[in-house]
Structures are given as C-alpha cells and as structure tokens.
DNA sequence: TCAAAAGTGTTCCGAATACACCCATGC
DNA sequence: GCATGGGTGTATTCGGAACACTTTTGA
C-alpha cells in the first residue's frame, strides 16, 4: 500500500512525505487516599533517562492509533482493559530529538488500586504519583499533562465522573471531594447532595461506613445503566429545546 | 536532527518508525442566506479525483502543525487570516491509498460572505456547499465532518457562537436561525432573546432593515470585549463555585 | 459530654418556560 | 384592512445558593 506513483502538486511523489513519526502518550488518572493521581514512569532509556514522563510509545505503521494506544499502556505499565480516549495532538516541529515526531494524546481515568502498574519495555519504573508532583517531565509533557486537565475539567462539567475513580461502595463525602480535587473548589454540602440525588445517579446501599470517629456515612454505589445513559446525553444546555 | 542513534527497545533504529504521512484536513463551516454551509473542493487530482472533499493536504516536515493548516486552507482555497482550532486525529490503517497517512482536523467558522474561495493547487473547484449536501466525500472525510459537527454543537452549548458567521450588522432573528439550524431544533422567540439579551453580548444599533414587507427589524452587531471574554470564560457550568 | 462529620429542612432569588398580546410595514 | 414577522410583558415553575439545624458515632 506504499506505492509511489501519486504525486504531491510539485511532483514529488507521496512517499517523499512520508518521514513522520507518531507516538501516542497517555495520561491515566487514578484516585486513592483522597487525591488525585497520575499514572508516571521512569525513563529508563534515552532521551531523557532518568526523567518522569507520561506512558507512550511511537505507534507501528500497521496499527490503527487506538489500537497503538492500548498496546502501549499494556506494555509500558501492565494495565489492560481501560476506555482510552483521544483528546488531542501534539505537532509541534521539535518536540523529539530523534525527528519529527507527531504525538497524540489519550486520556483514561480508573480507580488506582485495582491496577497496579508493572514497569517494563523501557520503562524503569511506573507510579501513582500526586498530581501536584507531576512537574518538569520529558519531552513536552508538561503541556500535554496540561491539556488532558483542562479536558478533564470540562468533561466533569458535562458528564458524570466518578464511576471510573472510585472505588465499588462510596460515600457521598468521597464523591465530593473528588469533584473538588478535580475542579479545585469547594462546594456546599447540603446542595451538592441535592443535586448528586435529584438526577437517579447513584444507588444506596444497606452498608455504613465503619470504626469512624463520627457519625458513620452510608455507602452508595453507581446505577449503572443511568450513569451510562447521562454519558453520552450529557449533563445540561444552555438553550432550551423545543420539539 | 533525524540521526538514528537512538534505538527503540528492540533495538530498531528509531528512523525506521519514520514512514508515516501526516495530513491536515479543514472542515470550514460558513453561514449565508439562512443557510449553513460548509467549504469543499473537487478534487482535480487522484486518488479521488473529482469526487468532494475537505481541504487538506500533506504536512510538511518542518512545518508546525497548526501552521500547516493555515498553509494548506490558503493554498487550496484562497482562504487566510482565519483561526483554524484543532479537533481529532484520524488515525485508522486503511484511510489514505497512498500509504499510512494520519490526519488532523481543524475547524473553523466564517462569513461566507466575506471569504469568496479561489481553487488552486490540485483543487479543480472550491464552493460553499449546503451542509445538507456534503455526502460520500474522499477519503474518510465523511466521518471528519460528522465528528466536526459534533464538536460544533457542543462549542454552541458553552460559548457564543455568531461572531465568526454573521455579517457586522444582523436581526435577532437571525441569530436564532443560526442557532436553531446548527443545533436543529427550535426555539421560543420571546425567551431566546431574552436570553440573548441577558448577557450584555450585542449592541444595539441606530439602524434598523429596510423593504421588508413587515415591521423591520432592528439590527444589532457583537460587543466585541464581551464576545472574547465569553469564550474564554464560557457560559455555564454544572457545579456552583465556592472558593 | 464533647468533637467531628453525617445528614435534613427552609428560605430566598433568579433563570427557564409558556404563553398572550401589541406593533410596524408593504400590499 | 390584513397578512407577516418584529417585539414586549407576565404568571408560573424550577433549580441554585445560603445557611441553620439535628443526628449519630467514638473517645
């Protein structure tokens, strides 16, 4: 399928523009403890060796990119069977010292303590690191790391989330402060329960929390086919609908 | 700066990744008569000639990502001085017969009116197409245009939209069609502009239309601070904010 | 009995909705 | 005058925001 007899405009043929490479890099969100993770390795290779850097690989040129994106996690960490989504690409000329390499940007969020990652490939180790540590990471994956917050932030804004973080039975104090984290505010109790209750989310549950030095909550647990349901509808509009 | 000392982990020179195509395709949306529109070429050149497609053609190698879509919108149609935003990758195997090409959307909106297209480069022809006529076009660009209306309608729900589309100086109404035709539904006249009106988005002008067979409208044009303020800002939000 | 966090109720306000109705123009 | 679309006002409902209050546990 490499064939060359297309030509570009100025008669180059195809094949003469075909010197790109392209990489996939994922950022996997992860919740535990009451904080916000981020799934990092260890370079174990160069360029930058030794360096914190998000999970990513350059893709094979027979592999479809979310194909490229699933294989590349496995590798690198050992976490399988996770929704990876797309939300951006990276072209900037420079990005790579190897060449030009485009890359692209996936996103996942899962509950850190079911996937504990298992460095390999090249990676020298991998680790649920806090957000706020994420800093000064190879390649260009500051900005990328970036991005993939200001997307989720959005995303929480439209969609529920959670479902993904949390784990199995949660209390209602639990999903609230991972909706702070995420956001960075603080919102009123008494009024997020409202809200979190009056569309058919979550599910309670016969259980209450245990060996607290206080009142104990009550666990919850996601409806699942209403949390799919608001997934793809999404959340809310700004203008009405008529019809 | 494409030396191959660096190996991949089996020990493959990280050139040999470096056989990938990368492409820009633009879906351009316009707005005129009432109408939605979008811009497509004829192709005059195979693959695909004389069929329809978006704008778009190869990257450059040296060439920034978003500078290459500017680049190749310019060369093909005529078209310049607009922002083009970024909005998926297309990444399946099979989509370009040339080879592995992966390619990169952007979109954007303007008055068509204003941005009167000139084909050149291997484009036969460029128009403005109803939207509702933009079908089994090249390549995979079907399901570029779906994905781009998509993220259309989404932009409509959390920032102003209008600016970019209509003329300077326009009549609610008008404004209402084109939010009703991009979301397609409708919507209550008095409330819509009350709405519209809440927000201290349009200017109202001293001038008001004329050989209409009917009361004439008044007609307005953008508060440009406010416009820009909005989209970054955007317009609403699903969790109260306490700081 | 006290601290700490869970959980509930109530009031206020503004925005969304659904209408009914009036106004200006060309023919 | 009348058809046509422009433009306004209002009553009602609903949801967000603010905040006071009660409840249940361990120590």
Redesign the pocket.
């Known amino acids: 399928m490499t064939e060359n007899y297309f030509l570009s405009e100025n008669n180059i043929p195809y094949r003469e523009f075909f010197h790109f490479g392209l990489s996939v890099d994922c950022v996997i969100f992860g919740y535990q403890n009451g904080q916000l993770k981020l799934l990092l390795i260890k370079r174990g290779a160069d360029p930058f060796k030794g360096r914190l850097a998000l999970p990513g690989d350059l893709v094979s040129i027979d592999e479809a990119l979310d194909d490229s994106a699933t294989r590349i996690l496995k590798h690198l960490t050992g976490i399988d069977n996770i929704f990876l989504e797309q939300f951006q690409t990276f072209g900037s000329v420079v990005r790579h010292p190897a060449g030009r390499v485009v890359s692209v940007g996936y996103f996942s969020l899962v509950k850190s303590e079911n996937y504990l990652p298992i460095a390999s490939g090249w990676a020298e180790t991998v680790d649920w690191v806090n957000i706020s540590e994420a800093q000064e990471l190879a390649f260009d994956h500051d900005e990328i790391l970036a991005e993939a917050i200001k997307t989720l932030k959005r995303k929480v804004q439209t969609e529920p989330v959670g479902f993904e973080l949390l784990p199995e039975k949660f209390?209602?104090?639990e999903l609230q402060n991972l909706y702070e984290q995420i956001l960075g505010s603080k919102f009123?109790?008494?009024?997020f329960?409202?809200?979190i209750m009056?569309i058919n989310l979550l599910t309670p549950l016969e259980e209450?929390?245990?060996?607290?030095?206080?009142?104990?909550?009550?666990l919850y647990s996601f409806n699942k086919e209403e949390y799919s349901r608001l997934k793809k509808k999404g959340l809310?509009s700004?203008?009405?609908?008529?019809e």
Chains 1, 2 share one sequence.
């Open positions: 209390t209602l104090a009123d109790k008494p009024n329960r409202k809200k009056g209450i929390q245990e060996n607290v030095a206080h009142r104990p909550a009550k809310g700004i203008f009405q609908n008529i």
